[in-house]
């Protein structure tokens, strides 16, 4: 699923799924076990479930949010900045850690759960 057009939506429900966006307040959602979400635009959001999922936004005010242990994101930077919302596990137990490049996070890198944190993917 690919859209290219402001105010823009994609969305793909396969297990090895891909939805991208490229203009402002795009939106992309990937469901499946391999999911991954990108986005451009300044109210972004990308959002990616399944097992080793991504989501990335590059717009500001972006958002996004993996579902997923083992899931890697990014967001941009601007405005209010980019959030991070990712789950973990946790001595067996799914956990949520949530982020801001007002913060703690660098915009425009991908990052993972490592060590109690969010961690820079080198």
């Given at each position: 699923a690919v859209t290219t057009k402001p105010v823009s939506n994609a969305l793909s429900l396969t297990s090895h799924g891909r939805a991208?966006?490229?203009?402002?307040?795009?939106?992309?959602?990937?469901?499946?076990?391999?999911?991954?979400a990108r986005t451009c635009g300044r109210g972004s959001l990308a959002i990616a479930l399944g097992t080793?999922?991504?989501?990335?936004?590059?717009?500001s005010e972006s958002i996004a949010l993996c579902l997923s242990?083992?899931?890697?994101?990014?967001?941009?930077?601007?405005?209010?900045?980019?959030i991070i919302i990712m789950v973990y596990l946790e001595?067996?137990?799914?956990?949520?850690?949530?982020?801001?490049?007002n913060s703690m996070i660098i915009a425009n890198r991908m990052y993972h759960y490592e060590d109690n944190g969010l961690s820079?993917?080198?």
């Open positions: 991208v966006t490229f203009e402002e307040n795009a939106h992309a959602i990937a469901l499946g076990h391999h999911s991954v080793n999922s991504k989501a990335v936004c590059t717009g242990a083992g899931c890697e994101a990014a967001v941009g930077r601007g405005g209010r900045g980019g001595d067996g137990e799914q956990k949520v850690i949530v982020e801001s490049t820079l993917i080198h």
